[in-house]
């Protein structure tokens, strides 16, 4: 028996409903950083996860009730290595520097 990836998914998840996150982003005055915050209402930091690259940004969070998936495509590619992320009651503040490709 096959099982398929929408069975696989919800093994994983279990009977918890799948949301995506609010994401609201903006960039800074100098165009020089993207500020993304993401909001996961009662997951805690310990169950956040994230993938990163410098084109894209995927995040996974599971509350007590709810898993909350979702993604973000940066419109300038951005330095990964310079990203910072914080978090706070169920808020992840992100800074991600655009890529600086001319550097000395």
Same mark, same amino acid.
């Given at each position: 028996?096959?099982?398929?990836?929408?069975?696989?998914?919800?093994?994983?998840?279990?009977?918890?409903?799948?949301?995506?996150?609010?994401?609201?982003?903006?960039?800074?005055?100098?165009?020089?950083?993207?500020?993304?915050?993401?909001?996961?209402?009662?997951?805690? *930091?310990?169950?956040?996860? %994230? $993938?990163?690259? @410098?084109?894209?940004?995927?995040?996974?969070? /599971?509350?007590?009730?709810?898993?909350?998936?979702?993604?973000?495509?940066?419109?300038?590619?951005?330095?990964?290595? *310079?990203?910072?992320?914080? %978090? $706070?009651?169920? @808020?992840?503040?992100?800074?991600?520097?655009? /890529?600086?490709?001319?550097?000395?």
């Amino acid at each position: 028996m096959k099982i398929t990836r929408s069975e696989q998914t919800e093994r994983k998840m279990g009977k918890k409903e799948i949301f995506p996150p609010v994401i609201c982003s903006s960039k800074d005055d100098y165009n020089q950083v993207y500020h993304i915050n993401f909001i996961l209402p009662g997951v805690k *930091k310990e169950n956040i996860s %994230f $993938r990163l690259n @410098e084109k894209k940004m995927y995040i996974e969070g /599971e509350s007590e009730h709810f898993m909350y998936l979702g993604g973000f495509d940066f419109l300038k590619p951005i330095d990964p290595m *310079k990203t910072s992320f914080h %978090f $706070r009651d169920g @808020e992840i503040e992100i800074q991600a520097p655009y /890529e600086n490709k001319f550097r000395d």
